[in-house]
């Protein structure tokens, strides 16, 4: 898949500096979320590709779910391109599911155009 304009150290460092943001993992694997009242958005999560297939976007997705749960959050929302069936599967195995889509979300490099799944998840026990 085509990237999407990649986050700077500024992107991360203006929402890291904003109410109910938080980040779990390390540097190989890490997630950044967002917590409004009893919901959280995944805006992104990302592995080493070198590292990649090893289990670790899974543990760091189950590290973002506990502390969002933790913050108060009982609702996941995401959104993820069509184009990314890896994170799709990911997840669909971890009970994430689909509840709408956003036509036209992602402006790629490449000058593409595609939507964006809208998936949800309960992060009650």
């Keep these: 898949m085509t990237e999407t304009k990649a986050w700077g150290a500024k992107d991360f460092a203006d929402l890291l500096g904003q109410t109910g943001v938080f980040v779990v993992g390390d540097a190989s694997s890490y997630a950044l979320g967002r917590v409004i009242f009893d919901e959280v ?56 599911q689909e509840v709408g889509k956003r036509k036209a979300y992602y402006h790629l490099q490449d000058g593409r155009v595609v939507d964006a799944l809208v998936m949800s998840r309960s992060l009650a026990e």
């Design 41 to 96: 958005e995944l805006l992104t999560i990302v592995t080493d590709p070198a590292l990649q297939k090893q289990g670790l976007g899974r543990k760091t997705l189950a590290q973002f779910h506990a502390t969002a749960q933790k913050m108060g959050a009982a609702t996941a929302f995401l959104e993820v391109s069509v184009e990314n069936s890896a994170a799709i599967a990911l997840y669909l195995k971890t009970g994430w």
